[in-house]
């Protein structure tokens, strides 16, 4: 029977300096050529220091402002290309025995339904989303003795192991509280991919105030030192996140950045992902906060992160509304959810646009839109939507994960494979508007493709329309 060993690393390091990062919020200021000094060097995919982020967190004014977003939307145009990456998240349980005090799964919480999955519900929980035509999960559990390892391992396993037609999940992501080596080994044989673990946030004092002492989420270092741990068990795809609300957004943006290069500096692998969650109405919380985070706010806070790092992708949840997830996306997002719901067997059990229940619930939504209407949305906006899966499968992940780093490797690899995982789905799953949008699409993007790459991806295009699939580069 697994018991989980609570020691830290035993070169685990604060590497997270608060005073100096709070010198730096208070310092900020407007520095106009610096600003465009630090943007040339983001634009040549430079990953920017900690005091670069700071030069572009220090303006303020909507003329140098919009210099950024616009620079965000360059890199995203030139550089990543127009790919958004599709993926769903799926509550497996949500007992919890942490309290940490913004969380609808709070263990305070006595009017909160909990509930874990069966094996039979997960089951029909994973076919309802490959219905919808996803390929792409993570997986959500609170932090109770009940989701150990092993379980995690387990539901993993089964998801995969849950095909209904033509739909399967090819990538399994895991959000869910730290573990130690041991137990990162355990999951990581099951086959994950990214591991996302959310530092809420940097700022000591602040995550003392949120997250109780007495609960195992109340020990910062537990958790600021548990990717060191996975990697050692040989993680090497991980997922950094900031709830962002609790404090100073530029204080945490800051200390990400710090955490980021941390990672990069200390094992060669930077963060998979970054994940930058606004905080949402939860069951008995009072959403009047001090750090509250503006629109105006979050379009920097995202705009800033795609600058500072180059090489990792940004994801942006459908907590947010849809207008802003419009306008967002063009700063260099690289993966959204749709078709969310967050209540445990919620996928089988409701329709789109329904009613959330908070009392089931961890937060209120802000899209509540589905799979198909958002992806019909996307490619009006000229997106090609992605359910690829190939890097992860084909072991190029860690430091082989060279999607941004390698030039020219988007347009060999991400975009055909963009391609194909969007003509499954239009052939499988897609309403007659959206397919017709998204052939539109395909054979755009077929064409400006060089010559011997179109011929073998309208080769391919051919054999997925005869039936064929998960063909990929
Ligand atoms: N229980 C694990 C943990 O806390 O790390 C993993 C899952 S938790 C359900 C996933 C994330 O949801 C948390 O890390 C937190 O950032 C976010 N979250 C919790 N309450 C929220 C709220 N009211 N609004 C928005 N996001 C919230
Ligand atoms: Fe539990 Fe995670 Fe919610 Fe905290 S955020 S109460 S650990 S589910």
Redesign the pocket.
């Known amino acids: 029977m697994y018991k989980m060993n609570t020691a830290l690393s035993a070169d685990a390091v604060d590497f997270i300096d608060d005073a100096k990062l709070e010198a730096m919020v208070a310092g900020l200021k407007e520095d106009p050529e610096a600003v465009r000094k630090v943007i040339a060097k983001s634009l040549r995919k430079e990953a920017l220091s900690v005091e670069e982020t700071a030069v572009l967190l220090g303006a303020e004014s909507p003329e140098l402002v919009e210099e950024i977003f616009e620079a965000a939307r360059t890199l995203k145009r030139d550089v990543y290309g127009n790919r958004i990456v599709f993926f769903a998240p799926l509550y497996v349980g ?1 007992y ?5 005090k ?6 305070s919480l006595h009017t909160a339904v909990r509930h874990t999955l069966s094996d039979e519900e997960l089951v029909r929980e994973v076919e309802a989303l490959e219905d919808l035509g996803h390929k792409r999960l993570i997986l959500v ?3 109770s003795p009940k989701y150990d390892p092993e379980f995690i391992a387990h539901t993993v396993r089964k998801t995969y192991a849950t095909k209904k037609g033509n739909g399967e999940i090819r990538r399994v992501n895991i959000n869910a ?1 730290p573990l130690d080596e041991e137990g990162f080994r355990i999951i990581k044989e099951a086959g994950i991919g990214t591991y996302q673990i959310f530092q ?1 946030t940097y700022h000591k004092k602040t995550y003392a105030e949120w ?1 109780p002492a007495n609960t195992m ?1 109340g020990n910062y270092m537990w958790r600021l030192n548990a990717f060191d741990r996975a990697f050692r068990a040989g993680i090497d795809d991980m997922g950094l996140g900031v709830l962002f609300g609790l404090y100073d957004w530029r204080f945490d943006v800051l200390a990400m950045v710090t955490h980021a290069l941390y990672l990069q500096n200390k094992f060669g692998v930077g963060p998979h992902t970054l994940s930058f969650p606004r905080i949402k109405a939860a069951e008995g919380l009072d959403l009047n906060l001090k750090y509250q985070v503006s629109d105006e706010e979050y379009k920097r806070l995202v705009a800033i992160l795609r600058l500072a790092v180059p090489y990792t992708g940004l994801i942006m949840t459908a907590r947010e509304p849809a207008e802003l997830r419009r306008e967002v996306l063009a700063f260099g997002v690289s993966q959204i959810d749709a078709g969310t719901k967050l209540e445990i067997g919620g996928y089988q059990e409701k329709r789109d646009g329904d009613e959330q229940t908070l009392n089931r619930e ?1 937060f209120k939504v802000g899209d509540t839109r589905g799979l198909d209407e958002v992806i019909g949305e996307i490619l009006e906006g000229g997106y090609i939507p992605s359910f690829c899966t190939s890097c992860y499968r084909l072991g190029r992940t860690g430091e082989h994960f060279m999607e941004y780093a390698i030039p020219g490797f988007i347009g060999k690899f991400c975009t055909p494979n963009a391609i194909m995982t969007l003509a499954e789905y239009l052939e499988d799953y897609a309403s007659p508007e959206t397919k017709a949008k998204g052939e539109a699409l395909i054979a755009a993007e077929v064409n400006k493709l060089d010559g011997k790459l179109r011929e073998e991806v309208l080769k391919r295009l051919e054999q997925v329309r005869s039936g064929k699939r998960d063909l990929y580069f």
Do not use: D, W
């Not at 919890?96 to 940490?100: A, F, I, K, Q, V």
């Open positions: 949500n919890c025995t942490n309290n940490c913004y969380c609808g799964f709070r263990s559990y609170g932090e509280a809420e997250h989420k961890q």
